[in-house]
């Protein structure tokens, strides 16, 4: 089993930035691949971005985080890092990580194993 905790989130104005962490703990020591996404009110849980455990990124083709947002992680300290710059007003949503032992990270949520609570992300105009 592995555990998530997501902390980060917030209440920023557009144009701001903030950053994510994914705390992992447990059975830590297989090889994950971490996701990144998000879901706002009414909508499906969206892709935002991943990184393999030897720290290959993959993110959401859409334009919708495309150079906005970074991810990283750090591996010593089990734990996965999502940047957001330039945030705009329909970044909005639950922020979740996520966990699947694969060696790169799938954009499909029923791919990851382990799931965190979310952090709220708002975003004012």
């Known amino acids: 089993q592995v555990q998530l905790v997501e902390s980060g989130g917030g209440l920023v104005q557009a144009g701001g930035s903030l950053r994510l962490s994914c705390a992992a703990s447990?059975?830590?020591?297989?090889?994950?691949?971490m996701g990144w996404f998000r879901q706002a009110p009414g909508k499906e849980r969206e892709f935002v971005g991943g990184i393999s455990w030897i720290g290959s990124r993959s993110y959401n083709p859409a334009d919708s985080v495309k150079g906005r947002f970074t991810i990283s992680r750090d591996n010593a300290k089990n734990t996965v890092f999502l940047q957001m710059n330039t945030l705009r007003p329909e970044d909005t949503a639950v922020y979740y990580c996520?966990?699947?032992?694969?060696?790169?990270?799938?954009?499909?949520?029923?791919?990851?194993?382990?799931w965190g609570q979310g952090t709220q992300v708002t975003v004012s105009s």
């Open positions: 996520a966990a699947a032992e694969k060696r790169s990270a799938s954009p499909r949520p029923s791919e990851y194993d382990y």
């Open positions: 447990g059975r830590t020591s297989s090889s994950y691949s």
